[in-house]
């Protein structure tokens, strides 16, 4: 539960607060996740007031604030067909409306549908202070380790727009989180980056070449051992392995 609460008015001021040793304290977006009953107590900085529910367009790039909601994201003209399928797979409306970009993607799992097209398209973000980039492939790995979190935080998303996308999903009804999803990104130059979502804590990169061959054995080895309740290795990689062939026939032609 909340035990406090804190509407900051300038970065500086935050970042002094999420910086604190005790009590525990998380920055607050939409509160999809903190609003969940079983945590301890602990303090919350509100990022409304922070001016971080930005969407503006840098040349060839799109940055979107950490704050800004999912449906705004989803509703920007500008990005990727495909983009926009994955992020409203990602949630309901209703959580599009309320839930923040940098929210899900700290708190998404294997199954996220945004991670796994954001990383194809090698998004990186932006921390404060100092706003260092970090792309969203290395921050991954390192997203549970306490280091990560101390008076540090999410202010911008930054992908490309001249990125060719396509994402594909397989799941055992259409509304339901992927068992396997796919996406790949093709730059201008021929660069193709696979992405494969569906299992475990998170997306992973499976394949970041300068075109396109070999796709179908990277899918295939990612998720080689991809196994549980839900599905067997055996048939994760399969479908990886088709969804990751077809995904690049599209962007090819495209």
Known sequence: MISEYH???????????????????????????????????????????????????????????????????????????D?????RREATTNLRNVATTAGALVSGDGSSTLITALLALDAHLAWAPG????????????????????????????????????????????????????????????RTRLALGGYGEAPTTAMDGPDGSGIEDAARFAYSHAGDEWASSEYRAQIASTLALRCLRQVEES
Not at 24 to 47: E, I
Not at 63 to 75: D, S
Not at 83 to 87: D, F, K, Q
């Open 7 to 81: 509407r900051p008015r300038t970065m500086e001021t935050a970042l002094t607060l999420l910086g604190r040793s005790q009590p525990l304290t998380y920055p607050l977006g939409g509160g999809t996740v903190l609003s969940r009953p079983g945590r301890r107590g602990y303090a919350v900085v509100d990022l409304q007031d922070l001016g971080l529910n930005h969407i503006d367009e840098q040349g060839i790039s799109l940055r979107v604030g950490a704050a800004a909601t999912l449906q705004a994201f989803f509703e920007y003209p500008e990005i990727q067909s």
């Open 83 to 87: 983009l926009r399928e994955a992020i």
């Open 131 to 190: 706003e260092k980039e970090i792309a969203l492939g290395e921050w991954l790995p390192l997203r549970g380790r306490p280091e990560m979190q101390p008076g540090r935080l999410i202010t911008t998303i930054t992908l490309a727009l001249n990125v060719r996308l396509a994402f594909m999903a397989v799941s055992r009804s259409p509304e339901d989180r992927p068992v396997v999803c796919a996406a790949v990104g093709r730059w201008p130059s021929g």
